[in-house]
T-cell receptor, first 115, second 117 residues
């Protein structure tokens, strides 16, 4: 069966510090991978998605970047965090080829607080 | 443009009462519809999905949803709510990118469910 791991679970970082959140998927190959951010009362905002190694699409301009160095690894980064980067970050995957009719499978999320 | 509206930000029901969470979508083609549930501090879990066929779909945990094309709705229901159902519920529509087989899910802003004992 497929599993998705996301870490760390919680993170408190000062403004201006770097960020690295990691997500890995097991039990499948060539998944579509996603990073979402969830802010209170604002639902889920798609940040990045990837259909393959080194292929990253950004949905919104922001202070963050993503990378996919391996097939089942997806990393969310920032060089300098802003207060507005605080939120709950979720990694997710779907089966490849047609992501609009495939359910998303989510990790347990990372609670990021920028102080 | 694709969008999902969940009109109720917060709903409170008593344990044992029936539940209906509303979801309206905007999408020009045949929609692929999903309901997810999120417990505090956790990721989202798929409750059920509609792709085609029978407009009443059954999901996990005793939930069901009915697709009504004429109303552009996909409301989630449960006949008798349990205290463990307290969570946030998200409706989503899958939309294909023009000229591509790829697409993405568009989520509503969620409905927070509180269950009174």
């Amino acid at each position: 069966s497929q599993t998705i791991h996301q870490w760390p679970a919680t993170l408190v970082q000062p403004v201006g510090s770097p960020l690295s959140l990691e997500c890995t998927v097991e039990g499948t190959s060539n998944p579509n991978l996603y990073w979402y951010r969830q802010a209170a009362g604002r639902g889920l905002q798609l940040l990045f998605y990837s259909v393959g190694i080194g292929q990253i699409s950004s949905e919104v301009p922001q202070n963050l970047s993503a990378s996919r160095p391996q097939d089942r690894q997806f990393i969310l980064s920032s060089k300098k965090l802003l207060l507005s980067d605080s939120g709950f970050y979720l990694c997710a995957w779907t089966w490849t080829s047609s992501s609009y009719n495939s359910p998303l499978h989510f990790g347990n999320g990372t609670r990021l607080t920028v102080t | 443009a694709q969008s999902v509206t969940q009109p109720d930000i917060h709903i409170t029901v008593s344990e044992g009462a029936s539940l209906e969470l509303r979801c309206n979508y905007s999408y020009g083609a045949t929609p692929y519809l999903f309901w997810y549930v999120q417990s505090p501090g956790q990721g989202l879990q798929l409750l059920l999905k509609y792709f085609s066929g029978d407009t009443l779909v059954q999901g996990i945990k005793g939930f069901e949803a009915e697709f009504k094309r004429s109303q552009s709705s996909f409301n989630l229901r449960k006949p008798s709510v349990h205290w463990s159902d307290a969570a946030e519920y998200f409706c989503a529509v899958g939309a294909r990118r023009r000229g591509s087989t790829l697409g993405r899910l568009y989520f509503g802003r969620g409905t927070q469910l509180t269950v009174w004992p």
